[in-house]
């Protein structure tokens, strides 16, 4: 069965304190690897897409990498705005392109 | 240019009672799906369409059924309500799967007492 976990479940940062999310998957045929941003209260906004391993894609103060078996989400220097809860999303092509998420990591940072 | 539109926003429904929430997008794109949102936790899949007149199910589809007549409307029927299924319901677009980034509308909160 395929899997998407996230780690670690919250994450609390001061300011201007870089760290990394993680995103394991095991799944079968990966079509793309999503990640997500969630404010409360409002729908998940697009922030990436990787499709195959050693890709990477980079948007102000967030990279994401991608590997074989597992994709970071680097926060950079991290100002309160980047408070929300982060989603990876998978999409595999034996499974009915389903897109799966993983549970989430909420990130709060401090000022 | 709307996107995608969910209606209500919220919604108290009484155990046993049925419910439609609707989904629509201006964006013509194929596949949508239909996500609920427990608190605290990731989303999980209940139906996706990859196009009008196909519609399979998700991880979690138990007490819920969906119709798609048209590209533009994937509404979501709640039968019998029960409090397990109170939730926060995403629905979503996709162009293309594995091609595109979905697009997400703003939710319905649903609680059922």
């Known amino acids: 069965e395929d899997q ?3 780690s670690p479940e919250a994450l609390r940062l001061q300011e201007g304190e870089s760290s990394s999310l993680n995103c394991s998957y095991t799944v079968s045929g990966l079509r793309g690897l999503f990640w997500y941003r969630q404010d409360p209260g409002k729908g998940p906004e697009f922030l990436f897409t990787l499709y195959s391993a050693g890709e990477e894609k980079e948007k102000e103060r967030l990279k994401a990498t991608l590997t074989k078996k597992e994709s970071f989400l680097h926060i950079t220097a991290p100002k309160p705005e980047d408070s929300a809860t982060y989603l990876c999303a998978v999409q595999v092509k034996a499974a009915g392109n389903k897109l799966t998420f993983g549970g989430g990591t909420r990130v709060l940072v401090k000022p | ?3 995608v539109t969910q209606t209500p926003k919220f919604r108290i429904l009484k155990i046993g009672q049925s419910m439609t929430l ?3 997008q201006d ?3 194929n596949y949508m799906y239909w996500y609920r949102q427990d608190p605290g936790m990731g989303l999980k899949l209940i139906y996706y369409s ?3 007149g196909i519609t399979d199910k998700g991880e979690v589809p138990n007490g819920y059924n969906v119709s798609r007549s048209t590209t533009e409307d994937f509404p979501l029927r709640l039968e019998l309500a029960a409090p397990s ?3 926060v319901y995403f629905c979503a677009t996709q162009l293309v799967q594995g091609t595109g980034w ?3 509308g703003q939710g319905t909160r649903l609680t059922v007492v």
């Open chain 2, 1 to 3: 240019n709307a996107g």
């Open chain 2, 50 to 52: 990859v196009g009008a």
């Open chain 2, 102 to 104: 979905a697009f997400f």
């Open chain 2, 85 to 87: 299924q109170t939730s």
């Open chain 2, 22 to 24: 609707q989904c629509t």
């Open chain 2, 27 to 29: 964006m013509n794109h």
């Open chain 1, 4 to 6: 998407v976990t996230q």
